[in-house]
């Protein structure tokens, strides 16, 4: 089993749409989460970071459930600039380190 | 601007032969760690060093080796490549305390 699990994609919605991403997590001792955006052939880039309070950035809600292990992206009023492939990332600190454990990422594609 | 380089962007290599990486750091990160991102996965770790040393590795054969200088720029070596090694490598910086920050990768063809 693969220590962060995304839901499987692509997700295809309209402008204007509401789109939710769903992941979970194996390792307990995952001390943060965050989620990336990865634009086609490009480096991943941090979106926001989840806490257990939830949080917002503009139309992104953000929110993380560590009694279920559960992580969850609201997008609300897709843009056609959106469209990306979304990657849910942990950080574990094991054997004297931080190491990020990346899901395999879920991509969205916004149409018109 | 990302603060942290790779190069070269793209090579193409013959299976059986060697490549070295490059990633120069962000200024203020003394620690630096490899990924290996291949088509349709999330980045998978290589491994981290922290302060020229070797402090953490991921699930990868002895062939892939790195170092990491006195001015915290890294390298990743890898012998006896294979087409399975074929992939994104992603160079992150950081401070040690979870931020990273991502060069734009080395796209890495095996043939």
């Known amino acids: 089993r693969k220590e962060v699990e995304q839901d499987p994609g692509p997700f295809n919605v309209p402008e204007g749409a509401t789109v939710a991403f769903n992941c979970t997590y194996s390792?307990?001792?995952?001390?943060?989460f965050f989620w990336y955006r990865q634009d086609c052939r490009k480096e991943p880039k941090l979106l926001m970071s989840?806490?257990?309070s939830g949080n917002e950035d503009g139309r992104f809600t953000a929110q993380l459930n560590r009694a279920s292990q559960y992580i969850s992206l609201l997008i609300r009023d897709s843009k056609l600039s959106d469209s990306a492939t979304y990657l849910c990332?942990?950080?574990?600190?094991?054997?004297?380190?931080?190491?990020?454990?990346f899901g395999a990422g879920t991509r969205l594609a916004v149409h018109p | 601007e990302t603060g942290v380089t790779q190069s070269p962007t793209h090579l193409i290599k013959t299976r059986g032969q060697q490549v070295t990486l490059r990633c120069s750091s962000q200024?203020?990160?003394?620690?630096v760690s490899w990924y290996q991102q291949a088509l349709g996965q999330g980045p998978q770790f290589i491994f981290q060093?922290?302060?020229?040393?070797?402090?953490g590795r991921g699930n990868f054969p002895p062939r892939f080796s790195g170092l990491q200088f006195p001015n915290y720029s890294s390298e990743l070596n890898v012998n006896a490549l294979e087409l399975d090694d074929s992939a994104l490598y992603l160079c992150?910086?950081?401070?040690?305390?979870?931020?990273?920050?991502f060069g734009s990768g080395t796209r890495l063809t095996v043939v």
């Open positions: 992150a910086s950081g401070t040690g305390s979870g931020g990273y920050t």
């Open positions: 200024s203020g990160h003394n620690t």
């Open positions: 390792n307990s001792a995952s001390q943060s």
């Open positions: 989840v806490y257990s």
């Open positions: 990332v942990g950080l574990t600190f094991s054997g004297g380190y931080n190491k990020l454990i």
């Open positions: 060093y922290y302060r020229e040393e070797e402090n």
